[in-house]
């Protein structure tokens, strides 16, 4: 098990670290974000030991988690693959160095050049409805090549905490509604009829998914996957079993395990470990969560109806979950000093603000923190998924460096892994005159 209170350390020292290299200048670079290299390295052997030697498996990062280049890169000398849902995502893993045979593609609107880019490059490959079977049809009898393709089930065994980050509700978008009348049967005959269909696809969500709701959605996959091939004996070689793990943002410690997602696993869908399937996984959130964080400078402090506000440089634009939907994604705040220290200030309750022009832009709302003072640092952890490396273009704001750094004994390194974007840079992606 590993030692958490180390994580935290790792954190301290990067943050003073930073402070004294003047990565978070007051001045010139008053927010930014930070990797946590040695912690990716932790995470990634905790999820590869998680899962048992004798299966067959492809642990396929969500690139939609952190699809920074360098990040992705990390991942794959770690020994991940990678799951793309987009031109873009893909063009990244590619510059990652992802080979073909390490890559999925999931998607519910793949467009016709994205199907072609994937069949033609033995891309693994999702299909979302029988509209878009339709057309892959139509692709492998114009002699496209269909070597790892699937067919993603909505197994509708219900919603979690969260609706919007939950797939296998009733009217969930993504995949074929297994219990809709006639659905099952057609695409049992869809896959009877098609021997190149060698694939089964799930994902029920992630944060706020129990990970029991979690193995229900995989022990239908597999449950319909037995059914195929009980038609026709061998067919499918393969279940997506998608992501799945939720992330605990109340501390630093790592709640559920990836052991616990496999032992539920393994009580739920005993099949899934038989031998008789390959695996693929698409874990994102839980893998990079806790190994990045963002930091700034308070710029201002004031008071407004007696209530203390630090007003910083991380706000709606690195954050935008937090923002707009904080019950469902609270996260804690830090604060240092501005010599980059813990803070031994008096705590007070007070808001933490970001710097967006909407009342609601707030990392922290009442929240009772040592007294913040301008020139301070607050931290904002479990931020390497989804907040920093997908940014939010509210008020033209740019984005931030982004810093991998790693801690020895005797010092932090630190590395650039995404520079901060100029303001010339901010204006370029506004458009030509």
């Not at 695409?187 to 709701?213: D, K, M, N, T």
């Not at 010599?339 to 933490?352: F, I, K, W, Y």
């Not at 920093?388 to 740019?398: E, I, K, T």
Request: net charge negative; aromatic share 6%.
């Amino acid at each position: 098990m590993r030692d958490h209170h180390v994580r935290r350390v790792r954190r301290d020292r990067a943050v003073r670290a930073a402070v004294a290299e003047g990565l978070l200048d007051p001045h010139d670079t008053p927010v930014a974000a930070f990797v946590d290299i040695v912690g990716i390295a932790e995470t990634t052997r905790e999820l590869l030991t998680a899962w048992p030697e004798d299966v067959d498996v492809l642990h396929a990062f969500a690139a939609k988690a952190n699809a920074l280049v360098p990040v992705l890169a990390m991942l794959r000398g770690q020994g991940l693959g990678c799951e793309v849902s987009s031109p873009g995502e893909l063009a990244q893993a590619r510059a990652a160095g992802f080979s073909a045979e390490r890559l999925v593609l999931d998607s519910p609107a793949k467009s016709q050049r994205e199907l072609e880019d994937a069949l033609r490059n033995r891309i693994a490959l999702n299909i979302d409805n029988f509209e878009e079977l339709e057309r892959v049809d139509r692709l492998v009898a114009d002699g496209f090549p269909a070597v790892r393709v699937g067919v993603r089930i909505n197994p509708q065994v219900g919603i979690g905490s969260i609706e919007a980050m939950s797939t296998a509700g009733q009217t969930t978008k993504f995949g074929v509604a297994l219990a809709d009348p006639g659905n099952r049967e057609r695409l049992l005959r869809a896959y009877a009829e098609r021997s190149w269909l060698r694939w089964v696809h799930v994902h029920v969500g992630s944060q706020g998914i129990p990970l029991e709701l979690n193995a229900e959605g995989v022990a239908e996959a597999v449950a319909f996957a037995r059914e195929v091939n009980v038609l026709r004996p061998g067919q499918v070689e393969g279940i997506d079993i998608g992501g799945g793990l939720p992330v605990d943002f109340s501390g630093d410690e790592d709640s559920p395990t990836f052991a616990d997602h496999v032992a539920t696993l393994r009580s739920a869908a005993p099949e899934l470990f038989s031998g008789e399937f390959r695996i693929v996984t698409e874990y994102g959130r839980s893998v990079m969560a806790k190994n990045g964080f963002i930091a700034s400078r308070v710029e201002y402090t004031k008071t407004s109806g007696g209530r203390a506000i630090a007003l910083t440089h991380a706000g709606a634009q690195v954050a935008a979950r937090t923002v707009f939907a904080p019950d469902a994604w609270p996260l804690r705040v830090l604060a240092y000093d501005r010599s980059g220290l813990p803070s031994t200030a008096e705590l007070e309750v007070q808001d933490v603000a970001g710097p967006c022009c909407f009342a609601g832009d707030l990392l922290a709302r009442e929240r009772k923190l040592p007294l913040l003072a301008t020139e301070d640092v607050v931290v904002v952890p479990d931020t390497g998924a989804y907040y920093f490396s997908s940014p939010f273009g509210y008020n033209s704001l740019p984005m931030p460096p982004v810093f991998g750094f790693e801690v020895t004994a005797d010092a932090v390194t630190f590395r650039v892994l995404r520079p901060a974007e100029s303001i010339d840079e901010v204006v370029a992606r506004s458009g030509v005159l």
